[in-house]
């Protein structure tokens, strides 16, 4: 199928693998204690902006057969299809490694399971109810945003098929499609606010309406690729946006340095003022859109980003980031108690004492999670999402 073929990224798995490690390094701040004792302190908080990356790649490559579909007026993808290749790519490795945590692994948040807790994360409905996200998976949170929008992105593009319908041409789609998209990241920002303004369930900024931005920017990458492919109109834009891989992530990394030094952001998992989170959520929107550019734009054999994401180490990570995703935070607890230390995060008694010693819990961790991402992909994982004879499925979970 041509969309499928398209959807090729050659540097995708390599900023899943960036992305997953931004994760990784955020949880062992969190757990060991250095996000709240140490000089980097502020950087490590800020690196759960590896979630909004994965959204905003998950965006980009789920939603490009349906912009093809409406720019050419021709059949959406069959929907059936779309959910069947979701759930074999999400749910089994999560189910696995999710019973493995609450059987054998056991960290210090999965004890407080109980009753409607269990249900409620092998569902993917964690992120709904106060109080019950981090009883499992803890960061499993991010697979129940990512099962909405799976659910809802057929029937956002036939709504958004017929929005553009009566627009002549793929130039006029594409810009009302664009102008959805706009529209889309303005009620995120509304929802989100009313949320922190009027101290509704901190827990609803979590769900798809309050995270909807981050997949956004990528359907609009995906959108201006597939104009650019069909009208000279956007080109002059497209290669400009591709022609400059380290500039684009220079400045998320200056952005990345503001909102970690210059915000007084909370370090924990409280909320500062709603203002200032509604910025530093729109502060990762633009990071992940920034360093999506380089990746779905412009040559893909030129450019030190672009070296550095098809690198082979760096590659063969993203293969394995969404197992590596599921196992590092069960195994960073588990690393630390190997160690003789203890978790600086008890969810029964809140922070603990900081040990300072941060290098032997986080090798340990890495080198656990990743032997774990590796079983769960060639066990698990690969059989399901390539099968026998069937051409790998480049559009990879996010988280």
């Known amino acids: 199928m041509a969309t499928r073929r398209a959807a090729r990224l050659p540097c995708g798995d390599g900023l899943r693998a960036v992305a997953a490690f931004t994760v990784f390094w955020t949880h062992i701040g969190f757990l060991t204690g250095a996000t709240f004792n140490s000089a980097v302190g502020p950087l490590l908080a800020r690196f759960d902006v590896g979630v909004a990356i994965f959204f905003a790649l998950s965006g980009f490559l789920l939603a490009r057969p349906y912009v093809v579909a409406i720019l050419d007026e021709t059949r959406f993808p069959d929907r059936r299809s779309f959910y069947a290749r979701r759930l074999r790519r999400i749910v089994p490795a999560y189910w696995v490694a999710l019973t493995a945590t609450y059987l054998w692994l056991r960290p210090d948040s999965a004890t407080l399971a109980k009753g409607l807790d269990y249900p409620l994360h092998y569902l993917f409905l964690q992120v709904y109810p106060g109080g019950t996200l981090q009883k499992g998976i803890s960061p499993g949170w991010t697979l129940a945003v990512e099962m909405s ?105 200056g952005l990345m340095a503001f909102v970690s030094n210059q915000m ?79 978790v600086f995060l008890d969810w029964s008694h809140g922070l603990g004492m900081f040990s300072g010693d941060v290098v032997r819990p986080t090798a340990l961790a890495f080198a656990l999670a990743t032997l774990a991402a590796t079983a769960s992909w060639f066990v698990v994982e690969k059989p399901l999402v390539r099968g026998r004879n069937r051409p790998r499925i480049v559009e990879q979970a996010a988280p």
């Open 149 to 253: 929008f799976y659910a809802a992105l057929p029937l956002l593009a036939v709504a958004a098929g017929r929005a553009v319908r009566g627009l002549d041409g793929p130039s006029r789609k594409a810009v009302g499609l664009l102008g959805l998209l706009t529209a889309s990241v303005v009620l995120t920002n509304v929802w989100s606010g009313l949320i922190y303004g009027q101290q509704w369930p901190t827990q609803a900024v979590l769900w798809l309406p309050g995270m909807f931005d981050h997949f956004a920017v990528g359907i609009a990458c995906a959108v201006l690729a597939v104009w650019a492919d069909r009208r000279p109109m956007p080109r002059p834009l497209v290669e400009a946006l591709g022609r400059h891989d380290l500039l684009w992530w220079l400045a998320a990394f």
């Open 264 to 342: 007084e952001l909370v370090a924990g998992l409280k909320h500062t003022s709603w203002d200032r989170e509604l910025v530093r959520h729109g502060i990762y929107t633009a990071v992940a859109v920034l360093m999506l550019l380089p990746v779905v734009f412009g040559p893909q054999d030129r450019g030190l980003v672009r070296r550095f994401l098809q690198w082979k180490p760096i590659s063969a990570f993203g293969v394995v980031s969404y197992g590596f995703f599921l196992w590092h935070v069960p195994l960073i607890e588990s690393a630390i108690r190997l160690t003789h230390q203890k």
